[in-house]
């Protein structure tokens, strides 16, 4: 597939007002997506875990103008208050996808969005955001042509969340997601999230995701400016060499269920994501001093406790806590004895593997 099979032709159906509600959630890469060529095409190929109580939930109701305008119209609500400020990040997202949705001048969008996590808890929101708002749009031009299949939607919902944010585009399904074209994945696309295609252990399933919030602060650098560190970044080819041989080594270990060697990838891939932070010019540091008490508090109750525990990091000080369900217990007691005293304000979110968007 290419870019042009998502422009549309002619619509089968008119249509002049309705409403339509996605609710999508959030997602934890385990090989990480950090640098990107232009268009939003990842510099490497990434895999993610969905996760299920992260969500963003978001409304569109829409109404046919009288004729096309010139420009966009719409009216943003965020947590049922206007949010005028969120509005420039949906113009650019909506200039750069009314090629493949040429009926947006046609109508007014009231778009009402909210999130399950609290606002401003440090907590990415582009992945739940950009992917619903992109299912929402999906479900109007789905109207406009009844016909479309459940996996070309799905795969268009993908390919324009990750117009709008790139990790995005790994929210729309369940439970493992992976990115970018990889040798050794097949059906893999820079264009979209495709459903990881091969065996999983059961140990994957139900796996758990504690989100330790460490600093609910603005971030100094954001994600955007992150990737694009990248270019010319001194470690860019051997990093993203060592994101696909990740990827392929992931495939031996979701089938066998080896869950030492996943936590060696899943914590070095961390690792490496804040190491390429570090290493960029210019440099900067995400992690705060609760971000690495908590690393090494989780290698020693590893060590001592046999159990399988890790960490992962997104682009920010929080800490992602994951573990398989039969341990369940004996690490969410670890976690409340000993990790959340490193918590702002105690706070924390309970988590786990999700099965993608669902329509409301
Ligand atoms: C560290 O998807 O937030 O979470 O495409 O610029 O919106 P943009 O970046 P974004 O980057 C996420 C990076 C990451 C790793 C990952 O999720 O793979």
Redesign the pocket.
């Known amino acids: 597939m290419t870019e042009t099979n998502f422009i549309p032709s002619e619509y089968s159906n008119e249509i002049s007002d309705g409403k339509v509600t996605y609710k999508s959630p959030s997602?934890?890469?385990l090989?990480?997506?950090?640098g990107?060529k232009e268009n939003?095409i990842p510099a490497n190929p990434?895999i993610?875990f969905t996760l299920n109580a992260c969500a963003t939930t978001t409304s569109i109701s829409y109404k046919k103008l009288a004729s096309k305008a010139s420009d966009y119209s719409f009216d943003l609500l965020f947590e049922g208050k206007p949010k005028e400020d969120f509005k420039p990040k949906i113009e650019i997202f909506l200039n750069r996808i009314e090629m493949y949705l040429p009926f947006l001048k046609d109508f007014h969008f009231t778009i009402e969005t909210s999130n399950s996590f609290p606002h401003s808890s440090g907590i990415?929101s582009?992945?739940s955001g950009?992917s619903a708002l992109a299912l929402c749009l999906m479900a109007v031009e789905k109207e406009l042509n009844p016909e479309m299949s459940r996996d070309f939607f799905n795969k268009k919902a993908s390919f324009l969340a990750?117009l709008?944010?790139?990790?995005?585009c790994?929210s729309i399904e369940g439970d493992l997601i992976q990115w970018g074209n990889h040798a050794d994945t097949d059906g893999s696309s820079d264009l979209y999230g495709i459903k990881y295609p091969y065996e999983l252990h059961p140990i994957f399933k139900n796996y758990h995701d504690t989100i330790l919030l460490v600093d609910k602060g603005q971030k100094q650098v954001?994600?955007?400016i992150?990737?694009d560190l990248m270019h010319n970044h001194p470690f860019a080819k051997n990093r993203f060499d060592q994101a696909h041989e990740n990827l392929t080594k992931l495939k031996r270990v979701f089938s066998e269920g080896n869950l030492k060697s996943f936590i060696d990838i899943v914590e070095s891939e961390a690792l490496t994501?804040h190491a390429m932070m570090m290493t960029s010019l210019p440099y900067f540091v995400l992690m705060k001093p609760n971000t690495l008490e908590i690393i090494n508090k989780i290698w020693v109750f590893r060590e001592s406790s046999k159990t399988n525990v890790c960490f992962t990091?997104?682009?920010g000080a929080n800490v992602h806590v994951l573990y398989p369900e039969n341990e369940k217990e004996e690490v969410f007691q670890f976690i409340k004895n000993e990790l959340v005293v490193y918590c702002e304000n105690g706070q924390y979110i309970c988590d786990r593997i999700g099965f993608g968007a669902k329509k409301m």
């Open positions: 997602n934890i890469a090989v990480k997506y950090w990107k939003q990434s993610s990415a582009s992945a950009m990750r709008g944010s790139g990790s995005a790994r954001s994600s955007t992150g990737h994501l990091l997104d682009a």
